[in-house]
């Protein structure tokens, strides 16, 4: 699908399969072994499919790929927004026990020398 696409857009057979395998996350040693060629005509092809499409960079091939892709879902798969989340799915993201500013027991020491007294050793502002 993503190489068809590419070719429609000008790049050769092998351009789109360097393409495709950047945008899967390979570096280009790794594209080189699978290719069966060496980095330099990786980064050689990499060169021409950059002019072709119009990007400055691996990023930018790679965001523009990412539409073009089989793992993304498209609106119409999405569920909707009032669904409940499944049992793998998690909604909330842990912040852990502490927070910046504050040591591990909750108390503010920002890093302002207190070593402790009768409640221990500060942490420090980082909550290390």
């Given at each position: 699908?993503?190489?068809?696409?590419?070719?429609?857009?000008?790049?050769?057979?092998r351009e789109a399969e360097v393409a495709?395998?950047?945008?899967?996350?390979?570096?280009?040693?790794?594209?080189?072994?699978?290719?069966?060629?060496?980095?330099?005509?990786?980064?050689?092809?990499?060169?021409?499919?950059?002019?072709?499409?119009?990007?400055?960079?691996?990023?930018?091939?790679?965001?523009?790929?990412?539409?073009?892709?089989?793992?993304?879902?498209?609106?119409?798969?999405?569920?909707?927004?009032?669904?409940?989340?499944?049992?793998?799915?998690?909604?909330?993201?842990?912040?852990?026990n502490a927070t910046?500013?504050?040591?591990?027991?909750?108390?503010?020491?920002?890093?302002?020398?207190?070593?402790?007294?009768?409640?221990?050793?500060?942490?420090?502002?980082?909550?290390?």
């Amino acid at each position: 699908m993503l190489r068809d696409v590419l070719i429609q857009k000008g790049l050769s057979n092998r351009e789109a399969e360097v393409a495709e395998l950047v945008s899967k996350g390979l570096s280009n040693k790794e594209v080189a072994n699978q290719l069966f060629v060496t980095e330099k005509t990786v980064k050689f092809h990499l060169t021409n499919i950059y002019k072709k499409m119009s990007v400055k960079s691996r990023a930018q091939l790679i965001v523009w790929c990412l539409p073009h892709m089989g793992f993304i879902e498209s609106e119409a798969q999405r569920p909707a927004a009032n669904t409940e989340p499944q049992n793998n799915q998690i909604d909330t993201i842990p912040a852990g026990n502490a927070t910046v500013g504050s040591d591990i027991r909750g108390n503010n020491d920002m890093g302002s020398g207190n070593n402790g007294g009768s409640n221990g050793p500060g942490v420090g502002a980082f909550g290390l």
